[in-house]
DNA sequence: GTCAATTAGTTACATATGAAACTAATAGTA
DNA sequence: TACTATTAGTTTCATATGTAACTAATTGAC
């Protein structure tokens, strides 16, 4: 049996699975390198000043909801932020358990300053593609993540 | 200033990077674990594995610019896979610092075995999209990988 | 041939990450 | 009230990862 008498033909460069990870990691990477530069901030830290921006008060289990990132991953980007003093905690009155975070006036001036520059980004990146065709790639990505959640048991 | 005046909408949540790396984390986690749990493999080492299986002989050098994996990485995936005894190396004939990788009987039996596996998973995958769908969303992340090539200076 | 520059691959080190154990507070139940 | 179960968040520990330094081999210039 030769080499190339494969079970059946698995390209590994047009393996939908590996073709989205290696897309996501290319633009993270680009994405973290300019936070970090610009701001000093992690992706974690950034998605953090994100959410906590929009919604100050929030709790840090809700900002792990809301950013796919898990609690380990959002204590230490919080201590980390709070050590920066761009981040500040209070303890729930009605709940001594959980914290309510705020972002300090220099964090809100960073916030300030990064916003507009993830969405000129991210303009600078979908700007490669028509409306239509980021609707589209919505839909698709909705529909695979549709797929390929938790709670389906496919495999 | 209320706090909802942001400097102009951001929400995470809709924000491309952001969907495209949950999406792509989803995907990856569901599959490295199947990987390892049916045969004890890393992402890592299956992309190895599947780029060794298709072209016998190759280099490390050429795994890496293959897989998008970086010549660490490449390093450890082929050393776990040689004790494994999944994988054999012989130093190239014509250029002594060249190693050159082949599946051993080992490597070949889970290989033939992973393949309709990891083909199969992603039908399942894709398979929640059309072939038209499918087609689309090639091209769009075509596009989407060109725009964030390191090559091209956007950012 | 000899020596500097380059290339293939590995190793060492420092940091990032996730699972599990832990602490502290609350909720539920008797 | 007291006692257990649950929840919020932190810390610990073991592993994964990337950068930079390294070794070994080759190439190219002289």
């Known amino acids: ?3 190339s008498d494969n079970v059946s033909l698995l390209r590994l460069r047009e393996f939908l699975p590996y073709r989205l990870s290696v897309l996501s990691n290319t633009i993270s990477t680009r994405i973290a390198a300019l936070y970090d530069r610009e701001f000093g901030l992690s992706i974690w830290q950034w998605r953090v000043m994100a959410v906590v921006g929009d919604r100050p008060g929030i709790s840090a289990t809700e900002i792990g ?4 990132m898990d609690k380990v991953a959002v204590s230490r980007a919080i201590a980390a932020m709070i050590q920066m ?4 905690r209070k303890t729930s009155e009605t709940d001594g358990r959980r914290s309510q975070l705020f972002l300090t006036p220099a964090g809100r ?3 300030e300053l990064i916003v507009p520059i993830a969405l000129a980004e991210e303009q600078k990146l979908s700007g490669a593609l028509t ?9 698709l990505m909705g529909k695979l993540a549709d797929a390929a959640s938790p709670d389906r048991e496919l495999w």
Chains 1, 2 share one sequence.
């Open 131 to 139: 409306e239509d065709e980021q609707q589209e790639l919505e839909r």
């Open 65 to 68: 909801q809301l950013t796919a």
């Open 1 to 3: 049996m030769p080499d």
């Open 85 to 88: 003093g761009y981040l500040e």
């Open 109 to 111: 001036d960073v916030y």
